[in-house]
Structure formats: C-alpha cells, structure tokens
C-alpha cells in the first residue's frame, strides 16, 4: 500500500510522515520527494532542466517512479510517498500511475493560508518567497484536482494527533 500525503508547501508533510515513521517504525518505508530530487540534482546538474519543480521535472518524475516501483516490488512495507502533487505533470506522470493500480490512500494536509505562511517564514530550510507565491496557486490545484482525498486539517493539531489519525486509516 502506498499513504500518499499531499499538501502545498509549508503545511506539515514531511513533519507528519515523520512522526509516523515513529509510530510504525518496522511497518513503513518514507520516501521524501524532496530528498530525491535533491539526490538528483546532486549526481547531473542538467537534469533539473526537465522543469523547475520535483512536481513538474519530468527527468525527477520518472526516476522517482522507478523508486516507488522498486521498492513497491522489493518491501512488505507499506511505503509513505512525501510530495505536494500541485503540478500536473506529476499528477498524471505519478500519481494517475499508482493510483489506477490500487492500494493508494491519498492524504491531503490542510491548514489556513495565514497558518501555512507562519509555517514557511519560521522554516530556515526553505525558500520562503516562492513558496508564499505559490501558495494560493498550490491550493487551488490541490482544490480543483482531488475531490476523492482524504483531507486532515493541521491547524490546531500536533503532529502525533496527524499521525495517529492517518494510522487510523491504515490496515495495520
């Protein structure tokens, strides 16, 4: 099985899948999006030229399906998929892809806007300007594509409420 969480810059993905990879150490497998492409980015410059985001690269986009798909083939985990899906490209590239073949719970972290924006101007290891510009953008995408997704509200919730709420979702 795949828990996909979802959500725009800033709201608490990699927090959340982090505090269940506490909770259900021997059980899954986190894969950060973020770290991927960075990875990627690391070993050949020129690839990040196939668009400007891990959501919209699709050099990004087909390696990182190869991951999930390896480890897919490879694991009895269920596998924690960490990545704003706010670009079509990796809505249709990704997700569309594991999504028809089942098994995938899709979770999307929400929280207000003036939350999300505290959130990015206290996180030094972001670019906070283009994040806060995406924002309403990002939203409205996440809005407008995922009627079916499971939404968690962040706002007043610590990141072992989250958790615990996701878990609650699972077959564990």
Request: glycine share 6%; hydrophobic share 40%.
């Amino acid at each position: 099985m795949i828990i996909w969480l979802n959500g725009t810059y800033g709201v608490g993905k990699t927090t959340v899948a982090r505090k269940i990879g506490e909770l259900l150490d021997t059980e899954i497998e986190i894969l950060e999006s973020d770290y991927y492409y960075q990875e990627m980015v690391k070993e050949n410059m020129l690839l990040a030229f196939g668009g400007t985001l891990p959501q919209n690269n699709k050099n990004f986009l087909m390696r990182f399906k190869k991951v999930i798909e390896e480890k897919l083939e490879n694991t009895n985990k269920q596998l924690v998929i960490v990545m704003a899906l706010t670009q079509k490209e990796g809505v249709e590239l990704l997700f569309e892809h594991f999504n028809l073949k089942g098994n995938v719970l899709h979770i999307i972290l929400t929280a207000s806007e003036e939350t999300i924006k505290s959130r990015i101007n206290s996180d030094d290891n972001r670019e906070r300007g283009f994040a806060i510009e995406w924002l309403k953008y990002n939203l409205a995408f996440l809005d407008a594509n995922f009627p079916d997704a499971i939404r968690i509200d962040t706002e007043n919730e610590d990141a072992d409420a989250i958790a615990n709420e996701i878990i609650s979702h699972l077959n564990i």
